[in-house]
């Protein structure tokens, strides 16, 4: 190893290098007077080449060169220092890398001399501490030109590994892509850049001179390293490479990056000829490589002889004290496989003029996800997570927008002081599943289909793309287009070939809601059948197809038309469809009636979707237009209802009507409506259409695109599970508020919404703990009679029973001594001064403490999800159950070490009492804590709101305030979370629990709340307050009639009849209904009373 003094005279030799060439190089052309001042004309041009030269022109073409060569090795400085600086990989620039890889070479001995060297230099002469660790930049040259280093290997994800040198199978290992360095690599893996001399120490023999390391070397991790890859493929027993070609790309460079040597590139060819390639291409011509294709290169990548792995050990015994390790260490996303969007290109193989071919009618698709790839999936996966979570399905998506669409129609027929009905306890596994699995976004998906049809409708001469698939990623959706069309409305992009139609997220979509009436859905039938490891979900429009057939497994080919069934039965991109199961799907027959149905006649089912076909088909004949334009320009609108049939073999094996149907359907030239989804066992179909292959790992291959995905999957089991809970939720049916759940004084009095719990005499007894009778009655919080607040106010004689009950003798003392803190524990949540902790969830989760997050990764949402669950946790969590709520996808996170430090960063967030010094989150271990992990002395706006709720309504008519206090306290939508958390540890999925909802008591309090306090203004004459308390209902985020009713009541007081007509509109559309005969009972009786006292 070098000394630092010599590192450090490389480094100023490289900066001089650096300045001489970037700085000195124009000052010296500038002195010389070789500054061109612009353009020289033709007629110039002609006399200077036609006269006799007397040396000016060769000055002229000496200065130009000059120019020219500082411009080039200036931009690739600048490119590889902003690569550097960013920690980014620079696409490298065919014929440029004479001038990069010099520029990346002396940035590298500038950046590891001057930052290293002085660090060590310092460490060395006081003695004490490591040495500093370089900056998180990677070695800018190639690993063929280090000493001693072996072949790089091409980074990036589309190089698949089918082997390595190493076999370490009991130790976590990662693959050094370019730019990677041991700081980087700590800080992502270990949660603490400080940490990278652990990986130096596991692996001495590996890691070079100033702690260099190679790219396509094999590292061993330390065993508590976090997030890493799936490592498998770096241990396999051959030694060959899977490798997508990319822009640029040629035989010779693939060769020279993956063994080392250019002239191998024959070699390569070798291998992969006759290479079938995605959109029917074939290699065959070493001349044509195109991005996108897939080639193996034969003894890729190994390592160097003396760059062997050491044993796996274990780490110190004793470790210094560490940061804590980050519960989801962040991995830089690598570059996308190939983008979809992408034009056909051609890309010569090597050195040579070979003519381009012509592009097809389909651009070349993504790279196809390589088998072995896709069969690393982890098996351990619950079939659940797989089916609704896998890859981020659409069904995951679709479901969970179906399932709050049920909330929301539950919330609308809740009567005041009851609950919605919830999950059932077998079956609040699965809605967890929905809310912690990552998903897509599918609203975003059907904004932008109907974003599309609207643009296209306002366009003369407007037509819609005739399109075969979707590609969707989380930033660009791509439409797979059959016929060329090179027109599309903004923000949507053509390419050059016609035939890729993209909108990326951050365009502004030309979307209206208000119109999303006027317009039928474009593509009714699009459908995800699977999606690759780059994040691309891949939807294919059935009723283009009009026939698939599936071979292969059985088993997986049911499992994926299951998924399809669900799929088609609730997205939000189609209307009019009907999806026909035969053979299969009973379990699914109770997820939407309205689209999914199960037939046990296969002759009756085709001979109905027969009928249909060629009912759409004389609609076409009749109108002179096709369903795209009949949809587009609502023709017969009507007629082009899609019909989808998925028949499994055991059908088949009934008649042939299928047959003689799919062969109609693919000879047809235009879609009809009609599609067939038939399952073969075997490798042959004996049904015409689209041959899709799927194998028993659950890949399935769609030749015609040139696609290889993981395809979707729905066990028979989760399938019944889902439908059912779907089913559950969409029955509005509401129930009793159990009682209160807390240890507190006085949670006796009160039920899990706050409110007092004595016998009202009304219709909801059951749902009240009897107290005894009282020999003196006191008022309620609504003291003036039932009748009195039902002429005046939008409520009824059961609302004032219910929601202002009469306390009993004795009980207002009892509750204001069981809760002698309140109002100063009401002052503290508005002092900012007060050290203690305070959550907000009624509103923009958020928590407020003394102390601070790590700096580096601060984590403030994740972090404030453990607090969350904590604070809500009466006697507090075990670790176990802390562990498993806040990463409910990992089952064996209890003995993980994240578990305790993301509690130490927590500790140290929220600080200690300063009267006490003892930690508000006290150590598991105290006697105090019993082995349970709890906050105290905590503030939570809703236990607040509570605790204010019970004192209020014990109070009777003097409680009013109170009332008014609690709705102070709201500020938002309960757990409304600043971003999506979708996947990955957290997302508030432990809010769902069969014991109880907190969600959905949360916003049922507010609601009822503000309900008192309004009938209670407008049965006193003060309709601005009773619209005021409504207001902070409605800004909570409820879709209940209640607080609408409420204002439209202060507004009639107000003599705004206008504005309450509005909020009456309002309501019929909320539940699309044309008459208020068509509202839940209580919002039509009230209406109709409204309309009574108005004819009067």
Known sequence: MSSPAARLIKALGALAVLAAIVVGVPVLLVTLQLVPHGLPSVEEVVRTLSERDDGQLLRVVLAAGAWVCWGLFTTSTTTELIGLLRARPIVQIPGLRVFQQPAAALLAVVVVGLTIAPAVTAA???GAGPAMPPLPVALLVDAHQAPGAGPVVRAGPALQMASDS???????????????????LAERYLGDPLRYPEIVELNGGIIGPDNQIVPG??????????????????????????????LGDTLWGIAAETTGDGREWETVWTANQGRPEPAGAVFNDPDLIRPGWTLTVPSAVQAAPDQTLPPSSEPPTEPAPQPPVPAEPTVEPGPSTSPPPAPATTTPAVPSSAAAESPGALAPAPAPVSAQASNE???????????LGGGGTLLAGVSLLALRRYRRHQSRHRRPGRLVSSTPPELVPVERTLLSAG???????????????????????????????????????????????????????????????????????????????????????LVSMGYTDAGEHWLLDLEHISAVNLVGDIDRAVDLMRYLAAELAHNTWSEMLRVTAVGFGEELAQLNPDRFACAADLESAVEALTQHHVSSSDAMRAAATDVLAGRLHDISADAWEPNVLLVVPSSLREGTAVARLTTELAAQSARSGAVVVTAAEGGASATAGWTMTIDAAGLIAIPTLGLRLRAHQLPVEEAGALAQMLADAAVAEDRRVPPARGNEPWDAAADACGNLRVASGGPDDESLTSSSPPTQAVASVLPLGEQTYVDAAATTD??????????????????????PDLDRDLADWFDDSSPRPKLTLLGPVRVRAQGRLPERNPRRQFYTEVVAYLATRNGGATSEQYATAIWPNEPDVVGKTKVRQAISVVRAWLGSDPETRVDYLPSGVTAAAAGRYRIDCALVDAQLFRRLRVRGTARGSDGIADLDAALGLVTGRPFDLPTPRVSGAGGYSWVVDADSRLDHEFAAMIVDVAHVVATHHLGAGNPQLAADAATVALLSGTFEDVPLLDLVAACDALGNRAEADAYVARILANHDAEVEEDLPPRTAAILHRRQMRSGA
Not at 166 to 184: E, F
Not at 377 to 387: D, H, K, L, Y
Not at 457 to 473: K, R
Not at 798 to 819: I, M, Q, T
Request: proline content about 7%; some cysteine.
């Open 217 to 246: 070397t094999v590292l061993v991790m330390p065993l508590d390293a976090a997030g890493l890859p799936n490592s498998a493929a770096t241990s396999s027993a051959d030694s060959t490479a899977e490798i997508t070609v990319e």
């Open 439 to 525: 998903t897509a976004d599918v609203g975003w998906l059907d904004r932008a289909l109907r974003s599309l049809v609207q643009g296209l409708a306002s366009v003369e001469g407007g037509v819609l793309p005739d399109v075969i698939a979707v590609c969707m990623t989380d930033d660009v959706l791509t439409l797979v287009v059959a016929e060329p069309a090179h027109v599309g409305p903004e923000p949507w992009t053509v390419d050059d070939s016609g035939t890729r139609w993209s909108v990326h997220r951050d365009d502004t979509l030309t979307y209206e809601h208000s119109r999303r009436g006027r317009f039928l859905a474009p593509y009714p039938t």
């Open 377 to 387: 999936v982890a098996s351990e996966v619950p079939a659940a997570a797989i089916a």
């Open 798 to 819: 059961r609302d004032v029973r219910v929601l202002a009950p009469v306390p009993g003798e004795g009980v207002r003392a009892k509750v204001e001594l069981a809760d």
């Open 166 to 184: 190493h076999d370490v199978p009991s130790a976590q290992t990662h693959k050094v892509v370019r730019r990677d360095t041991l700081w980087a």
């Open 124 to 126: 060395s002469s006081t």
